[in-house]
């Protein structure tokens, strides 16, 4: 394993530690092990020949999402325990009515006392579901994976772009790929929401399925992503862009019945050295433009003219 290598995974499991502990209003010493721990046995099983930095950013993810999980499952063990007194506190007081003369105000009193606890279980219930709403929300916010596709979302492709328009040198070929699902607002109106969530979950599973492991899958927008194409030139670059349409066309979802087709424009452009991440986004949006453009489901390039 490279030192560089090394050192993201290092720099990632310090970034999403700190998230965590920003996220939560008391954090403990406990947490931050098992958070430790949990990193550890994570990069133990990494196998290097295969350096996969996407399932390490899944695994960090998937522990912080465990511990809230875990939380839950706590607070709603006492939750339940509680209500199982009350249920039994309220079933002996019906027993009493039955054996003995009805003692209206003490068994108003009785009632009253259960609903008070009642109440006040209800709240604490609800305290808890928003404060792990509110967790679940910061660790979605803070993460550099998109919560539907599981991909990597648009915050960890400005920082990808950032770091690499940073460098001064780079010693092979880097593409950028912008894709469009086309007419998915129809899509979204004819079959609904929840239709148009699948098709993107669908498309990010054949893409990952598709790509190599340094290359790198980022949602973009709405119903747009973005691949980087590591080590590769310009001419396998559009084999794979044509490949990709092709695979996408063919296969179809079918949802509740109905086989769904779906098509995606590409916009492709080649990163060079001077360039700012909105140099490089906007060369793909003026390709991906093109293709809409002329027909759709299809692809276009734009490179600089001698690559300067």
């Keep these: 394993m490279q030192k560089e290598d090394l050192k993201s995974l290092v720099t990632q499991m310090y970034e999403e530690l700190i998230e965590n502990i920003d996220s939560q209003e008391d954090a403990t010493k406990e947490q931050v092990v098992t958070f430790l721990q949990n990193a550890a046995l ?3 099983t990494i196998d290097e020949k295969k350096l996969d930095t996407m399932e390490h950013a899944k695994l960090a993810f998937t522990s912080a999402y465990k511990e809230i999980a875990n939380n839950s499952i706590s607070s709603y063990k006492d939750t339940n325990e509680v209500f199982e007194g009350l249920t039994k506190i309220h079933q002996e007081t019906i027993n009493e009515c039955s054996e003995m003369h009805i003692n209206l105000p003490e068994i108003t009193k009785k009632f009253n006392d259960i609903q008070l606890q009642m109440n ?16 679940v929300k910061e660790l979605e916010k803070n993460s550099n994976l998109d919560a539907l596709t599981k991909v990597f979302n648009r915050r960890a492709l400005t920082t990808y772009l950032n770091n690499l328009c940073s460098r001064k040198k780079i010693n092979y070929e880097l593409h950028l790929l912008l894709l469009d699902i086309d007419d998915f607002k129809i899509i979204n109106d004819t079959y609904g929401h929840i239709a148009g969530d699948r098709i ?21 927008g709405g119903e747009e992503f973005v691949i980087i194409l590591n080590r590769i030139n310009s001419e396998s670059c559009i084999e794979i862009t044509n490949r990709i349409i092709k695979l996408i066309n063919s296969n179809k979802l079918i949802y509740k019945g109905e086989s769904l087709n779906v098509t995606m424009s590409v916009g492709v452009t080649k990163f060079y050295l001077k360039d700012t991440p909105d140099d490089i986004i906007s060369r793909a949006d003026k390709a991906l433009y093109r293709s809409k453009k002329s027909g759709k489901n299809q692809m276009n390039v734009e490179f600089l003219p001698n690559g300067n």
Aim: a positive charge; zero cysteines.
């Design 42 to 44: 994570s990069i133990s």
């Design 120 to 135: 006040a279980e209800v709240e604490r219930a609800n305290s808890i579901i928003t404060d792990l709403s509110t967790q």
């Design 200 to 220: 993107l979950v669908f498309i990010a599973n054949m893409l990952r399925k598709t790509l190599r492991d340094g290359d790198k899958i980022f949602r973009y």
